[in-house]
């Protein structure tokens, strides 16, 4: 069976699925083959589960089910990027170190009032998560968001050679992911293959005038679209960011923390470029309600958990930080941080810099979660626990140094901070 053919049979499936447990009669499923897991062995679950094919890259699973490629992840990207390319409408790219799927999202929900937007769900954003954004767009989809995250470089490369966007947004670069690129410099390469596919292929950027390193890194002559940069931004008592142009409507959000100020900037940008009006784009991101544990205002008793856990970056921890100590408030404030990972040989160096940080701003009811935290706390300045699982059995503890405060909680997402919420 070639690429064509298996593009007919999906046409007429409910979809493709990699997951038996979650497959649903019709779809085709992918038994894909990685390091530490095989698809393979969960074939009879997905036919089971209803899969109506199953495609495979090991000929001893064939059966009357099956259709064998030679790689069957290479097989589901190019299926993908076949669906792509019967499109023809706006795509729109979208990566950066810090806060892309919160822009994803109120892009979504911006363009969204006028058009039928298809983007991508959650953090469906690396070599598998695209394929499956493409391989779910609607026929009746007017514009398209594809989410692309990266810890190599050439990943974004790749990713746009199989989403081929026409349109393309960074939402900033910061120190993210240091261990895989190697260095800042690194990150800069990676993250710009976004612009150098644009450039090449006649797309458009949306960027941030005030960005210096955006703007040192665009190709000259590439046609780009600047941000909308009159809005005004403001926290409000409720904790969440307000926002206007002079003499308008005060529209206030969901969301928390004046560095999402750039987000709210880049989706209202890309929707006035689409021509929708300026109300119905701040009526649909006051609305937008985040979840994921991104930005989120969470009260429990006498505490109002900051739920900002789902990543961590030294950009994006020293950002919320100095927000968080900038917040008008009659409640104490307390922090629990966890580590940061994947930032390579110079990781407690960044702890450290956070560590200074929180000393010169005064915080004394930090709650640190982590080996590496520990190693760059050497004065032993903070409180400490070496898992988030250690903290839990200690709740009076923890409960007495957040009990009445707003408590900011944020850290890379494998250290599960979100538990401290069982506590109280």
């Given at each position: 069976?070639?690429?064509?053919?298996?593009?007919?049979?999906?046409?007429?499936?409910?979809?493709?699925?990699?997951?038996?447990?979650?497959?649903?009669?019709?779809?085709?499923?992918?038994?894909?083959?990685?390091?530490?897991?095989?698809?393979?062995?969960?074939?009879?679950?997905?036919?089971?589960?209803?899969?109506?094919?199953?495609?495979?890259?090991?000929?001893?699973?064939?059966?009357?089910?099956?259709?064998?490629?030679?790689?069957?992840?290479?097989?589901?990207?190019?299926?993908?990027?076949?669906?792509?390319?019967?499109?023809?409408?706006?795509?729109?790219?979208?990566?950066?170190?810090?806060?892309?799927?919160?822009?994803?999202?109120?892009?979504?929900?911006?363009?969204?009032?006028?058009?039928?937007?298809?983007?991508?769900?959650?953090?469906?954003?690396?070599?598998?998560?695209?394929?499956?954004?493409?391989?779910?767009?609607?026929?009746?989809?007017?514009?398209?968001?594809?989410?692309?995250?990266?810890?190599?470089?050439?990943?974004?490369?790749?990713?746009?050679?199989?989403?081929?966007?026409?349109?393309?947004?960074?939402?900033?670069?910061?120190?993210?992911?240091?261990?895989?690129?190697?260095?800042?410099?690194?990150?800069?390469?990676?993250?710009?293959?976004?612009?150098?596919?644009?450039?090449?292929?006649?797309?458009?950027?949306?960027?941030?005038?005030?960005?210096?390193?955006?703007?040192?890194?665009?190709?000259?002559?590439?046609?780009?679209?600047?941000?909308?940069?009159?809005?005004?931004?403001?926290?409000?008592?409720?904790?969440?960011?307000?926002?206007?142009?002079?003499?308008?409507?005060?529209?206030?959000?969901n969301l928390y923390g004046i560095y999402n100020r750039q987000n709210i900037t880049a989706a209202y940008s890309v929707a006035r470029y689409f021509n929708i009006p300026h109300d119905e784009?701040?009526?649909?991101?006051?609305?937008?309600?985040?979840?994921?544990?991104?930005?989120?205002?969470?009260?429990?008793?006498?505490?109002?958990?900051?739920?900002?856990?789902?990543?961590?970056?030294?950009?994006?921890?020293?950002?919320?930080?100095?927000?968080?100590?900038?917040?008008?408030?009659?409640?104490?404030?307390?922090?629990?941080?966890?580590?940061?990972?994947?930032?390579?040989?110079?990781?407690?160096?960044?702890?450290?810099?956070?560590?200074?940080?929180?000393?010169?701003?005064?915080?004394?009811?930090?709650?640190?979660?982590?080996?590496?935290?520990?190693?760059?706390?050497?004065?032993?300045?903070?409180?400490?626990?070496?898992?988030?699982?250690?903290?839990?059995?200690?709740?009076?503890?923890?409960?007495?140094?957040?009990?009445?405060?707003?408590?900011?909680?944020?850290?890379?997402?494998?250290?599960?901070?979100?538990?401290?919420?069982?506590?109280?």
């Open positions: 069976m070639n690429l064509t053919e298996l593009y007919q049979i999906f046409l007429e499936s409910n979809g493709v699925s990699i997951d038996s447990r979650t497959i649903r009669p019709g779809e085709i499923f992918f038994a894909l083959k990685g390091d530490v897991f095989d698809g393979h062995r969960f074939i009879d679950k997905a036919i089971e589960n209803g899969a109506s094919l199953v495609i495979i890259q090991d000929e001893k699973y064939t059966s009357e089910h099956t259709v064998y490629f030679n790689d069957s992840l290479k097989c589901l990207q190019e299926l993908a990027l076949y669906h792509r390319q019967q499109f023809n409408v706006p795509v729109i790219g979208l990566t950066g170190s810090n806060g892309k799927t919160t822009t994803k999202e109120l892009m979504n929900v911006a363009l969204s009032s006028r058009f039928r937007v298809h983007a991508t769900r959650g953090n469906f954003n690396n070599h598998i998560g695209v394929p499956l954004t493409l391989l779910s767009i609607p026929d009746d989809t007017e514009i398209i968001i594809v989410e692309m995250g990266a810890n190599h470089i050439g990943e974004i490369d790749f990713l746009c050679h199989l989403s081929e966007p026409n349109y393309g947004l960074i939402t900033n670069i910061g120190d993210a992911h240091i261990e895989g690129f190697g260095s800042r410099e690194g990150v800069i390469k990676a993250k710009t293959e976004l612009y150098r596919y644009l450039y090449n292929n006649n797309g458009k950027i949306f960027y941030n005038p005030e960005d210096k390193t955006l703007k040192d890194n665009m190709p000259m002559t590439v046609e780009t679209i600047s941000y909308d940069m009159e809005l005004s931004f403001f926290e409000s008592r409720s904790l969440r960011i307000g926002f206007s142009k002079p003499k308008d409507t005060v529209y206030q959000s784009i701040c009526k649909s991101i006051a609305d937008y309600i985040p979840s994921m544990n991104r930005s989120q205002l969470i009260e429990k008793k006498d505490v109002v958990f900051i739920m900002d856990a789902y990543n961590a970056n030294p950009t994006s921890m020293q950002l919320a930080i100095e927000s968080f100590s900038n917040l008008n408030t009659s409640k104490g404030k307390s922090l629990v941080l966890g580590d940061m990972l994947e930032l390579g040989e110079y990781e407690i160096k960044y702890h450290e810099e956070i560590v200074n940080q929180l000393l010169s701003l005064g915080f004394d009811k930090v709650i640190l979660v982590g080996k590496r935290f520990l190693e760059a706390d050497a004065g032993n300045e903070f409180n400490h626990y070496s898992s988030v699982d250690e903290l839990l059995v200690d709740p009076d503890r923890v409960n007495e140094i957040i009990k009445g405060t707003v408590c900011m909680v944020k850290g890379s997402r494998s250290m599960k901070l979100e538990k401290i919420e069982d506590l109280h």
